[in-house]
C-alpha cells in the first residue's frame, strides 16, 4: 500500500466532493454532526487551527448518483475515484454550507453565519449576520454586501477578509492506493475510526485545571502568553504578560519596569489567579480591538508593545471600546506608533491615573501624548526590519495594501502563489516564525545607498531576489493585480525588466511615502478635533492607494 498526501483548499474540496471524485461507502456514518461541531470547524479555519487530515483510498468505482449534505451529485465511472476512510463529517459540511441557501440545501445545520461586531461563528440562519456560504462565494459576497447599506467600512472588509481565509486555507488529504481486497479497505476504516478512546467531558476539564495548576505555580503569566499564542496574536514577551496581568490587579497604580517581576511574585496564589482569570478575557477584548478596529494583526507589528497592557487595563475597567471610546483609542494607538523612541517614554506613565468615563479616559491617554512636530510625518525608508518601531510602521503601511504571495515558502507557510498575505493561515505562522517580513529585491548596488531602502524591499515570506525577480517580470497582464499590492506598477515594472534598478527603487519609494504616510495619518487623525462629533474612519484597504493606481 501506498501513501500520498497533497493540500487542497477548501473551495477544490468541494468543487471535487460535487462532481463526484469522493465516494462515501456503506460502512461510514452518515452526516451527524451538529451545530457545535460545524461552527466550530470554521472557527478553526478562521484562527488557522489544523482541522485534521481527510483520508481516502484510491478505488474503482462505478457511475453512480448520490447526496452529499442534500446536494445531488452525479458521479461518473472512475477507475482512480476515492472512497472516503477518514474525514466524512468535515467534507459533508463544507459542502452543505457551500451550498446553503443556493436551493439545493435545506438543513438548518449549515446556514451557519458569522457575525460582524463579534467575531463569531453562530448557528443560522440570522438576520444580520454574514451566511458562511455567502462569504465563501466572492459573486454571492459581492450581492449581500450591496444588499446591506448600512454596513460600515469596517464591517465591508471583514466581509473580505474572511472570504480570503475561507477561499486560501489548505486541508491535507492522505491518498491510500494499492489496497488488495474489500476486506482489507474495511479493516483499514476500522482502524483509523476505532483506535482511539474518546475523551470525556471530565477528562476535558481535568487537564484544563491541571494545564492551568502548573502554569500559575510556574509563572502567572504563562496563561496569558498561551492565550495571545491561540488567538494567533504571537508569543508576548515574558515581561510584556507580567504587565498585563499586573495591569489588572492593580490598575490604578503606576508600576516601574524595574519593579514589574519583583511585584508579580509578591501577589499570592490566590490573587494571582484571579488576576490572572480577570486579564484572561481583557486580553481577549484588546486583541480583538487591536487586529480588527486597529488593523495590527500580530504582536511584531505592534510598534509599541507598552500599549498593550494600557489596553488591558482600560478594558478590565470599562469593558470593550466601544462607539466614540474606539475611536479615540484607535487614534492613541496610531499616534503612539508616530513617535520617536524618546518621545514613547511617555507611554510607560499611561497605567495611571484612570479617568470617570471610558470616554474621558481614553481622551486622557491622547493628551498625553507629545503634539507632532510642525512638519508632518514622513516615514523612515531606511527601516527595513520590523526590529524597530519604524520598521513596523512601514510593515503595516506596506500590509494595507493586501499584498500577495509571490514565491512558494514552504519552509514557513504552505500556501500557494496568489494567496492574500493577511490571511490568518498564512500570516500567524510567517510572524511567529524568527523571520523577517522583509525580502531584499534586486542586486546591492555598491556606492548607492539608496540599495538599502525600503523601496528595495518587499513584503513577503522568504524568498531570494532570484526567485522574486523571475515572479515579477514573467508575470503576464491578466497577473498584474497581484503585483499592483506590492507597489509594483507597470513603469517600475519596466524599469525592473530593464535592470535600471536604481530608478526602479527612486519610483516605488515615492510610492511607499505616499501609501505608509496615508496608512498612519488614516488612523492617527492628526490635525483633526478630538472633540465634539469624530469624523467616521475610513477603510484601510480602500483608502490607501496601490502601487498600481
Known amino acids: ?102 436551493g439545493q440545501v435545506d438543513d438548518d445545520r449549515y446556514a451557519v453565519c458569522y457575525d460582524l461586531d463579534s467575531d463569531r461563528f453562530l448557528p443560522g440562519p440570522r438576520r444580520d449576520a454574514l451566511p458562511v456560504g455567502v462569504a465563501c462565494q466572492a459573486d454571492r459576497l459581492a450581492s449581500w454586501i450591496a444588499e446591506h447599506p448600512f454596513l460600515t467600512e469596517d464591517n465591508i472588509s471583514e466581509c473580505w477578509r474572511l472570504h480570503a481565509v475561507l477561499t486560501s486555507y489548505q486541508v491535507p488529504v492522505t491518498e491510500l492506493s494499492g489496497i488488495e481486497s474489500k476486506e482489507s479497505l474495511y479493516l483499514l476504516f476500522t482502524r483509523i475510526n476505532g483506535a482511539g478512546v474518546g475523551l470525556a467531558r471530565s ?28 488567538l494567533g496574536f504571537g508569543r508576548l514577551p515574558e515581561a510584556l504578560a507580567v504587565q498585563c496581568v499586573l495591569a489588572v490587579a492593580e490598575p490604578r497604580e503606576r508600576i ?16 494571582t489567579r484571579e488576576a490572572v482569570e480577570q486579564a484572561r478575557p481583557a486580553l481577549e477584548a484588546s486583541l480583538r480591538f487591536l487586529r480588527k478596529q486597529a488593523r495590527i494583526p500580530h504582536i511584531r507589528l505592534l510598534p509599541y508593545p507598552e500599549v498593550l497592557p494600557v489596553l488591558v487595563r482600560f478594558t478590565s475597567v470599562f469593558g470593550p471600546p466601544a462607539g466614540r471610546t474606539q475611536e479615540l483609542l484607535r487614534r492613541w494607538i496610531w499616534r503612539s ?80 502563489p496568489g494567496a492574500p498575505l493577511s490571511v490568518s493561515s498564512l500570516l500567524t505562522p510567517w510572524l511567529d516564525s524568527e523571520h523577517d517580513l522583509f525580502c531584499r529585491l534586486t542586486p546591492q548596488m555598491p556606492g548607492h545607498p539608496q540599495s538599502a531602502t525600503l523601496g528595495n524591499y518587499l513584503l513577503h515570506p522568504p524568498a531570494s531576489p532570484e526567485a522574486l525577480l523571475h515572479a515579477i517580470t514573467s508575470q503576464d497582464a491578466q497577473a498584474s493585480s497581484l503585483l499592483a499590492g506590492h507597489f509594483l506598477d507597470p513603469h517600475g515594472i519596466q524599469l525592473l525588466s530593464s535592470q535600471k534598478y536604481e530608478e526602479f527603487v527612486q519610483h516605488r519609494e515615492d510610492l511607499l511615502k505616499t501609501a505608509i504616510t496615508h496608512r498612519a495619518q488614516s488612523f492617527a487623525r492628526w490635525g483633526f478635533k478630538d472633540r465634539g462629533r469624530l469624523p467616521s474612519l475610513p477603510d484601510s484597504a480602500r483608502d490607501t492607494p496601490k502601487g498600481a493606481q
Not at 470547524?41 to 482541522?51: E, Q
Not at 476539564?205 to 498561551?226: F, K, M, Y
Not at 516601574?256 to 490573587?271: E, F, G, H, Y
Not at 514622513?378 to 520590523?386: A, F, G, R
Open 1 to 102: 500500500m501506498q501513501q500520498k498526501v497533497s493540500l487542497y483548499t477548501l473551495p477544490d474540496l468541494v468543487r471535487m466532493a460535487v462532481k463526484g471524485r469522493f465516494r462515501v461507502r456503506a460502512f461510514t456514518r452518515p452526516a451527524v454532526w451538529g451545530h457545535r461541531q460545524i461552527t466550530e470547524l470554521f472557527d478553526s479555519v478562521h484562527r488557522g487551527f489544523p482541522i485534521g487530515t481527510i483520508t481516502v483510498a484510491e478505488q474503482p468505482a462505478p457511475e453512480e448518483d448520490l447526496r452529499i449534505a442534500g446536494v445531488p451529485v452525479h458521479a461518473p465511472a472512475d477507475r482512480h475515484a476515492w472512497t472516503v476512510l477518514d474525514g466524512v463529517q468535515r467534507l459533508t459540511t463544507l459542502v452543505g454550507v457551500w451550498n446553503y441557501r443556493l
Open 203 to 230: 477528562d476535558i476539564t481535568r487537564a484544563r485545571h491541571e494545564a492551568d495548576a502548573r502554569t500559575l505555580l510556574v509563572s502567572g503569566e504563562q496563561p496569558l502568553i498561551r492565550q495571545s499564542e491561540q
Open 256 to 271: 516601574p519596569k524595574s519593579a514589574l517581576r519583583k511585584r508579580m511574585d509578591s501577589l499570592s496564589a490566590s490573587a
Open 337 to 416: 506608533a508616530m513617535l520617536t523612541r524618546q518621545q514613547a517614554s511617555v507611554l510607560n506613565e499611561a497605567q495611571a491615573p484612570l479617568g470617570s468615563t471610558p470616554e474621558s479616559e481614553a481622551a486622557r491617554l491622547l493628551r498625553s501624548l507629545p503634539h507632532p512636530e510642525p512638519q508632518p510625518f514622513q516615514p523612515d525608508l531606511e527601516s527595513t526590519t520590523v526590529q524597530r518601531p519604524e520598521g513596523r510602521l512601514n510593515a503595516l503601511g506596506l500590509l494595507s495594501a493586501e499584498p500577495s504571495l509571490l514565491v512558494p515558502s514552504a519552509s514557513v507557510v504552505r500556501d500557494q
